[in-house]
């Protein structure tokens, strides 16, 4: 089974940084990763699949990016509505997992 | 639009069955997508638990393998999980989500195993 680690398990920012996570993967996966926003009391949302293909609608101040074992979530500048837990999951072959999700506070 | 909803028991007795469905709205689950269910146990991260077509065809957690069942109601656009010999460590959120890409979710349904 391939497994996911998320770095770092929380990280605190202030409004308008550049904050990156990484996800790293235990054996190749290609670009089969997605990357989740997940906000309190709610389902979490795909902001981007295949690696890099940001979703209809989410903000253009995320991207991802990597291929193969190692993966990264960017938010060029962060808003107070990016506060959420972020979580990577692979579909590259069966089972399928997410990473252990990164908490993201403003400081 | 995509709608998924998950219904059941939010209370099960351990050694129990948890039995969850999500109806699904704005689509056929007929089509050419899997349908998917996720876990995140209270605090803590998500779990991947499982997909099914709606040929019949299903991929379990190995993990979860040996407790869980998953079907889908073709005629009801619905797809169900159950889940056997429940214990505490099976408390969690339960979302259904559309694809093995996961990309809509319902908005999940909590399950406390208790006496």
């Known amino acids: 089974d391939i497994q996911m680690t998320q770095s770092p398990s929380s990280l605190s920012a202030s409004v308008g940084d550049r904050v990156t996570i990484t996800c790293q993967a235990s054996?190749?996966?290609?670009?089969?990763l997605n990357w989740f926003q997940q906000k309190p009391g709610k389902a979490p949302k795909v902001l981007i699949s295949d690696a890099s293909n940001l979703e209809t609608g989410v903000p253009s101040r995320f991207s991802g990016s990597g291929s193969g074992t190692e993966f990264t979530l960017a938010i060029s500048s962060l808003q107070p509505e990016d506060i959420a837990t972020y979580h990577c999951q692979h579909y590259d072959s069966l089972p399928y997992s997410f990473g252990q999700g990164t908490k993201l506070e403003i400081k | 639009q995509v709608q998924l909803q998950e219904s059941g028991p939010g209370l099960v007795k351990p050694s129990g069955t948890l039995s969850l469905t999500c109806t699904v709205s704005?689509?056929?689950?007929?089509?050419?997508?899997?349908w998917s269910w996720v876990r995140q146990p209270p605090g803590k991260g998500l779990e991947w638990i499982g997909e099914?077509?709606?040929?019949?065809?299903?991929y379990y957690n190995p993990s979860l393998k040996s407790r869980l069942t998953l079907s889908v109601d073709k005629s009801k656009n619905q797809f169900s999980l159950k889940l056997a010999s429940v214990t505490a460590a099976d408390t969690a959120m339960y979302y259904c989500?559309?694809?093995?890409?996961?990309?809509?979710w319902g908005q999940g349904t909590l399950v406390t195993v208790s006496s």
């Open positions: 989500a559309r694809g093995s890409g996961l990309t809509d």
């Open positions: 704005g689509v056929s689950i007929s089509g050419n997508k899997w």
């Open positions: 099914v077509f709606h040929t019949g065809s299903k």
């Open positions: 054996q190749d996966i290609n670009k089969n």
